[in-house]
């Protein structure tokens, strides 16, 4: 496992970059996916989790970018990925730029999804595109039903959403039904996936979506 | 309850104008408490109980920022104290002028002690100083231990970590002597509380200590 240091790109336009980086991906046939949420959402576990149940079918790369530790991505590799850790310098989200960066350090021949773990937090990394091809938010059920109200930009920026630690929902006061009707009203063609990677409760779906997505990045 | 929209500040120095900030609030005798945390990680629940423990001793205010919504203001307006929402304009953290303003719209005479909830962010509300006489970060069980080693720098600057839904720790992997030893590594002099808000478990002790922070501020 590398570690790569990164510090905020000097560039005229965040957004060409990303979609140079879009382009490339695309004629690779590679889907890159920016995991975005808050600190503790249980990203990482996620991540663990989709690893083992599809690494014999797909070739998969993570990215773990974070200010400091190296935690991330020795658990994703562990896991059957490939991977790198990405300190972000302080930073508080990756711009296309330094997802560049990392993507060069790591490499990304042969993958067939490589996923962008994005720093933890809810508002920076919305504003930033990282030229992903797919964006996904985390949800996690202790932060409670009403973060679109709060962070309404990361929710209407995202292709999907996963609500994690369904297993801990008797313990929280989270009104699943109210927490989907806020999100759609931000963004009505946003998917929805309520999981456990812990119990495996609705892991199925979330990875038959993503295989197909895979399949139509590679149309 | 008022609601009061904010964008950043214009100024040569936020350092200069916090410093500032500290000197008046100490002029009249009002502790300014910087509160930083994680979205979800319960801070305006914490902040309800506190305001019904400490109504009848001390006049308290409350200033919600938050990117949108006033859900929170209201709250802490139900539980007794003055309060105040301020929207950030997408900002992701407040800074020294922001936090005057905000003061200035909600009013702070005679209050003995002026909460700032801050934006939900473990990063960028760490870097700025607010004017704040104590900061306080509060970290919630469901968040995970690993914290400390992954955003050092608002367990550097705060003067007081709280640990909360203490309730929920038999659900989720959290050591708290190690997350403990990884704290008190960074910032050996921080003082510690792991409460529960919903059963009162370290809520006196926590309570107690922000009272002394009052009458020391007094002085």
Chains 1, 2 share one sequence.
Request: glycine share 6%.
């Amino acid at each position: 496992m590398k570690t790569i240091e990164l510090n905020a790109s000097v560039t005229a336009s965040n957004d060409a970059d990303a979609d140079s980086i879009r382009i490339e991906m695309k004629k690779k046939g590679t889907l890159l996916v920016n995991l975005m949420s808050s600190p503790g959402s249980g990203k990482t576990t996620l991540l663990s989790r989709i690893i083992k149940d599809l690494k014999d079918e797909k070739k998969i790369g993570v990215m773990e970018a974070d200010i400091a530790s190296d935690v991330d991505a020795q658990r994703v590799e562990d896991a059957g990925a490939k991977s790198i850790q990405a300190h972000t310098d302080g930073m508080c989200h990756m711009d296309a730029g330094m997802t560049r960066r990392a993507m060069e350090a790591m490499g990304t021949d042969n993958l067939d999804l490589v996923f962008l773990e994005n720093v933890g937090n809810l508002i920076c990394p919305a504003e930033f595109d990282t030229g992903a091809g797919k964006n996904i938010m985390i949800l996690s059920i202790p932060e409670g039903d009403d973060k679109p109200l709060k962070y309404p930009l990361m929710f209407e920026k995202s292709d999907a959403l996963v609500i994690t630690k369904m297993d801990t929902k008797d313990y929280f006061d989270f009104d699943l039904d109210k927490c989907i009707e806020r999100v759609k009203r931000l963004n009505k063609d946003i998917e929805i996936f309520p999981v456990s990677a812990k119990s495996g409760e609705g892991m199925d779906d979330l990875e038959d979506w993503l295989l197909s997505q895979v399949a139509l990045w590679k149309e």
